[in-house]
């Protein structure tokens, strides 16, 4: 589903989506209508760097244009590093990276996510940690720690906790990983 | 003085030797540690930032909330836990709706977020908290002709306005080259001394891309420096810089290794550490400039 956008050689603007700035705007990227696409954020952008279709400014300007299905179909959202550097950089004070997390969020509800997303929310709701290896029991107990750092994969009830705020986001209605009460304490 | 521990993932399972050297610099700094047990994921941006921003908030406010209860501010030696809490920090104290949103979720789970902590990077606190005079006066073994790269990692550094502890000049960072200069290394500036590490999303989604990113920099440093030591702030950059070069290696893209340590496990080693305990799960060896620096 998520290809590059390399394969998109003509873009046909009659094909837009009307509303897509607003659509952003709600969902958390508020002073998109700000960008004079002066190129700051670009120039500072990991994701220029590393030859990604779609960073910042390009992404801005796509919302603009109402490209929806164009990035929808782009995997660049995903490779942005939350640095803030185009935050820091802009004159505007658009909040690229706020842009950035706004656009995820509208792909999120297109299902138009990676699997290494989904691997990392699953994990967020089943252990209270995005990153986590069940074999890291042994090397901890190796250097002198206890084989569970003191956090929610120690402790039933505070990851309950994790999982009862979980339940009551949009996370549970998306229905993008399974959500019951039991996580790696269960069954 | 005490301060709670925010461990974050990537050191909890990854890079427990980070976590060791944590515990072991610190109490030898004369700051006692606490576990904030129950802590959770910051949490990172791929999961909750990417779905929904109040639930994103919501469970940052609840690791505020743990630690508000012991009346401690919270460390983290991990960048990415530092911005995405800092975040939460700014948001709830300058967004009432949110913040009221948020406490509902909380009052559900007997939580409450007062704003009565603060999220607080490593490198700032040994900083601005400890400061150098003292972290000189406790060192056993010094870095005398050594040579570090510093990598500062982005997120300590921007966006800058919702930081309270800073840089001077937020663009030209200091402070990491300061605290490896006062331990006794040169820590000489180089070209690519700004540029991303690749790690995070970005490693993530396209493994090639990201690693363009680290070879780049790491030929820079190799090149202009030659550095016995790299030497960052951030969990996430000692993870990338560490494991990228065996591959880079193995693909035939550089013929070096330069060892890397966060600051915390360098720190830690000059305060008497045992190498093994606070750096032993590097994958590009370091134990041997690490022993050397005890041998002094």
Redesign the interface.
């Known amino acids: 589903m998520l290809k590059s956008a390399e394969t998109f050689e003509i873009i046909n603007l009659s094909k837009s989506e009307a509303g897509f700035a607003e659509e952003i705007k709600k969902m958390?990227g508020e002073r998109i209508l700000e960008c004079i696409q002066c190129g700051k954020c670009a120039a500072t952008c990991?994701?220029a760097?590393?030859?990604?279709s779609f960073f910042n400014k390009r992404v801005i300007h796509a919302i603009l244009n109402g490209l929806k299905e164009v990035l929808l179909n782009d995997?660049s959202i995903?490779?942005?590093?939350?640095?803030?550097?185009c935050?820091?950089t802009c004159p505007r004070r658009v909040d690229p990276?706020e842009i950035m997390?706004a656009m995820?969020?509208v792909a999120?509800r297109k299902y138009a996510?990676?699997a290494?997303?989904i691997k990392?929310?699953k994990s967020?709701y089943d252990v209270?940690?995005?990153?986590?290896?069940s074999e890291?029991g042994e090397?901890?107990k190796?250097?002198?720690?206890p084989e569970k750092?003191?956090?929610?994969?120690?402790?039933p009830?505070?990851?309950a906790?994790?999982q009862?705020?979980?339940r009551?986001?949009?996370?549970a209605t998306?229905g993008i990983i399974p959500m019951g009460e039991f996580g790696i304490f269960g069954i | 003085m005490k301060v709670g521990f925010f461990?974050g993932?990537?050191i909890?399972?990854?890079r427990?030797?980070l976590?060791?050297a944590v515990?072991y610099a610190f109490p030898a700094l004369g700051v006692e540690l606490d576990?904030?047990?129950?802590?959770?994921?910051c949490?990172?941006?791929?999961?909750?930032?990417?779905?929904?921003?109040?639930?994103w908030y919501?469970?940052g406010a609840?690791n505020f909330a743990i630690a508000e209860e012991k009346g401690v501010e919270m460390i983290t030696v991990c960048s990415?836990c530092y911005?995405s809490l800092a975040k939460t920090t700014h948001k709830l104290q300058t967004h009432r709706e949110t913040r009221n949103r948020v406490n509902r979720?909380?009052k559900?789970?007997g939580?409450e977020y007062r704003g009565t902590s603060r999220i607080r990077h490593a490198v700032y606190y040994l900083y601005d908290e400890i400061g150098p005079e003292k972290i000189k006066a406790l060192i056993k073994h010094g870095l005398e002709r050594l040579s570090v790269a510093v990598q500062p990692g982005?997120?300590s550094?921007?966006?800058?306005?919702i930081h309270p502890e800073k840089e001077a000049d937020?663009f030209h960072p200091k402070i990491l080259q300061e605290l490896c200069e006062l331990l006794g290394a040169s820590a000489p500036p180089y070209s690519r001394f700004l540029?991303?590490c690749?790690?995070?999303?970005?490693r993530?989604?396209?493994m090639e891309?990201?690693f363009?990113?680290v070879e780049r920099k790491l030929v820079a440093m190799k090149k202009e420096l030659n550095p016995d030591l790299i030497v960052t702030g951030c969990s996430s950059c000692l993870i990338q810089f560490d494991t990228a070069q065996e591959f880079l290696q193995n693909k035939g893209k550089i013929n070096f290794a330069i060892p890397v340590l966060h600051y915390v496990q360098l720190l830690a080693v000059c305060l008497g550490a045992e190498p093994q305990?606070v750096a032993?799960?590097a994958r590009t060896p370091v134990l041997h400039v690490l022993n050397k620096i005890r041998e002094g």
């Open positions: 958390g990991p994701l760097l590393a030859g990604f995997i995903w490779a942005c590093q939350s640095c803030n550097r935050t820091e990276f997390m995820r969020r999120v996510l990676p290494t997303a990392g929310i967020l209270g940690h995005a990153v986590y290896l890291a090397p901890r190796k250097l002198g720690l750092p003191p956090t929610t994969v120690a402790d009830e505070a990851l906790e994790v009862a705020i979980l009551k986001t949009s996370l998306l | 461990i993932c990537n909890a399972f990854n427990p030797d976590e060791q515990r576990d904030l047990e129950g802590q959770s994921c949490p990172t941006w791929g999961t909750m930032p990417s779905i929904d921003p109040v639930g919501a469970v609840r990415t911005g979720l909380l559900s789970i939580k982005c997120l550094l921007w966006p800058s306005e937020i540029d991303c690749g790690m995070g999303g970005m993530s989604t396209d891309k990201s363009k990113l305990q032993g799960l």
